[in-house]
């Protein structure tokens, strides 16, 4: 007899695969990029998926396929959410401490440098006829 | 920066300047401007000299090792005293428009 198609293994990888290369999409929108809910539910049911597709390989193996090319993709899938994890709870919580940028009540160090146009911009010209300043240092375009 | 691109007119309301600082030349801020509509000026740093006076250098995180700011957000007042300080533990999570925003409203009494 044909044995059938383990789809929950299939579906279960495209699930875990779908939540790595996701994260593109979800950091643009500040609730799921603060913390990756939304990668990590796609983890979830991915990994759950294989794994039911896994035991069900084992436990019926005359029914559904899937014994090996089962655990190689629970085994890639593993990797790929440790991968997401050291990346996303670790690489990206490297971040300088910053002990001497200034802090409530001092006064702010001085500034001039040329916008996008090439202006020379200061912190005076900024705060010409503003009542404050927000300074937004990001990581940059590159 | 988008959220705060968006909001841009309740800052521009209160009479807050919102501008943005990174390593990146001028070039490159002029085309991320156009290509995102930001009305607001991008400063380039290109040797860090203001990032590092503000302790906000991130060394070696750049391109091919290169130094660059972390994530970081300043509001300093018309005197030049700041007045809140946002340094992130998480490079994904920023300071939000909102935050900005209800600072600015508590240490300005209303009417003022």
New interface residues.
């Given amino acids: 007899m044909k044995r059938k198609w383990n789809w929950a293994i299939w579906v279960g990888f495209g699930g875990v695969v779908g939540g790595l290369f996701s994260y593109g999409f979800f950091?643009e929108y500040?609730i799921t990029?603060?913390f990756p809910w939304a990668n990590l539910s796609l983890f979830a049911i991915g990994g759950a998926l294989l794994i039911f597709g896994v035991f069900r390989a084992f436990g019926r193996p005359q029914l559904y396929r899937g014994k090996i090319f089962g655990l190689i993709l629970t085994a890639i899938a593993l990797l790929l959410i440790a991968f997401f994890s050291y990346e996303?709870f670790y690489v990206?919580?490297q971040?300088?401490l910053?002990?001497?940028?200034?802090?409530?009540?001092?006064?702010?160090?001085?500034?001039m440098?040329?916008?996008?146009?090439?202006q020379p911009?200061g912190?005076g010209d900024?705060?010409s006829?503003?009542?404050?300043?927000?300074?937004?240092?990001?990581?940059?375009?590159? | 920066?988008r959220?705060?691109q968006k909001k841009l007119s309740e800052?521009d309301a209160?009479?807050?300047?919102?501008?943005?600082?990174?390593?990146?030349p001028?070039e490159?801020?002029?085309r991320?401007?156009q290509k995102l509509g930001y009305t607001f000026?991008?400063?380039?740093?290109p040797k860090a000299e203001?990032?590092r006076?503000?302790?906000?250098?991130?060394?070696g995180?750049?391109?091919k090792g290169a130094d660059?700011?972390?994530?970081?957000?300043?509001?300093?007042?018309?005197s030049?005293?700041?007045?809140?300080?946002n340094?992130?533990?998480?490079?994904?999570?920023?300071?939000?428009p909102e935050q900005?925003l209800s600072v600015?409203n508590q240490i300005?009494p209303a009417g003022q």
């Fill in positions: 950091a500040p990029r603060d996303i990206l919580r971040v300088p910053s002990t001497h940028a200034p802090r409530i009540g001092e006064r702010a160090p001085d500034l440098l040329l916008d996008q146009n090439e911009v912190l900024l705060l006829g503003s009542r404050a300043v927000a300074l937004i240092f990001y990581r940059g375009f590159w | 920066m959220s705060f800052f209160r009479g807050i300047r919102v501008v943005g600082i990174s390593v990146d001028p490159i801020n002029r991320q401007s000026p991008l400063l380039s740093d203001v990032i006076r503000y302790d906000v250098l991130h060394p995180a750049g391109p660059i700011a972390r994530p970081a957000e300043f509001l300093i007042d018309s030049r005293i700041v007045r809140w300080v340094l992130t533990e998480n490079i994904a999570v920023r300071a939000r900005v600015f300005t």
